[in-house]
């Protein structure tokens, strides 16, 4: 195996790749701090971040665990909905011309601007910050399902219609499998929003969820604190990402991607 194809195909260099990656990364931020002599109080170094961490590592899972619930919450929820309502416009016509242009509309308004709404029809529990996570994902959940569903090549449903399979196989045993790697990506992407959504709706009206932290602490100008919270939230999002790449890998051997 030549290096190039081990750097493409080893699971070891899989891990320690985004490894070396984020320790780059990490590296430059603290160079920068040096070179450019930032103070703290606009951007601290990862020292002080981590520092921030080990100070109050309670109080930052307590809201990280919060944040990670209302996530995962509203990005369920988001399929539960948004699945049967791309299937309704995969069969009929009618209703797709009847609700993209409302999925359209709603999509294009700035999520920011509903937040406040969403504290008043909920309330300030956990409620708003859910259905937060669910419009930020409607949309994608529903387009990457509906599209894959409407890839499926004609010649096979005629060859299912021919050996006179029922709807519910031809559903099941064709049009679903053949859309999984699509509802997969969209899937993927609404993930990475659900974090999004979830701080949003934290800024406006919470006590609670680490956008709460990041804002009461950029009021008390703790500057290590509000990135110790931003850096659980990336943490929070690369997990999940990569929990769906493993289910992925998991229920769809057939669609690994090769090189």
Not at 67 to 83: H, P, Y
Not at 217 to 223: K, P, V
Request: glycine residues 6%.
């Amino acid at each position: 195996m030549t290096k190039r194809s081990w750097l493409t195909q080893s699971r070891t260099a899989a891990v320690l790749l985004p490894l070396v990656g984020l320790i780059l990364a990490l590296a430059l931020w603290w160079l920068a701090t040096i070179v450019f002599d930032v103070q703290s109080y606009l951007l601290p170094d990862p020292g002080d971040v981590i520092a921030s961490f080990l100070d109050q590592p309670g109080y930052l899972l307590e809201h990280t665990w919060i944040s990670l619930v209302e996530t995962v919450e509203g990005f369920l929820l988001s399929i539960v909905i948004g699945v049967p309502v791309a299937l309704l416009i995969v069969r009929s016509v009618i209703v797709e011309r009847l609700l993209y242009p409302l999925l359209l509309a709603v999509n294009a308004i700035p999520k920011i601007a509903i937040a406040p709404l969403l504290v008043v029809w909920f309330g300030f529990g956990q409620g708003p910050k859910v259905m937060m996570v669910v419009l930020v994902c409607f949309f994608p959940v529903v387009i990457s399902t509906a599209t894959g569903m409407k890839s499926t090549p004609a010649e096979f449903v005629e060859l299912l219609r021919s050996l006179n399979a029922s709807k519910t196989q031809e559903f099941f045993k064709l049009r679903l499998r053949y859309a999984m790697p699509q509802i997969f990506t969209g899937l993927k992407v609404a993930i990475s929003l659900a974090v999004i959504g979830s701080v949003i709706a934290e800024f406006v009206g919470a006590t609670s969820g680490l956008g709460y932290v990041i804002t009461s602490s950029g009021a008390n100008a703790d500057t290590a604190l509000a990135f110790a919270a931003m850096t659980l939230l990336s943490i929070v999002a690369i997990v999940l990402f990569y929990v769906l790449v493993a289910l992925e890998h998991l229920l769809l051997p057939w669609a690994r991607e090769t090189r």
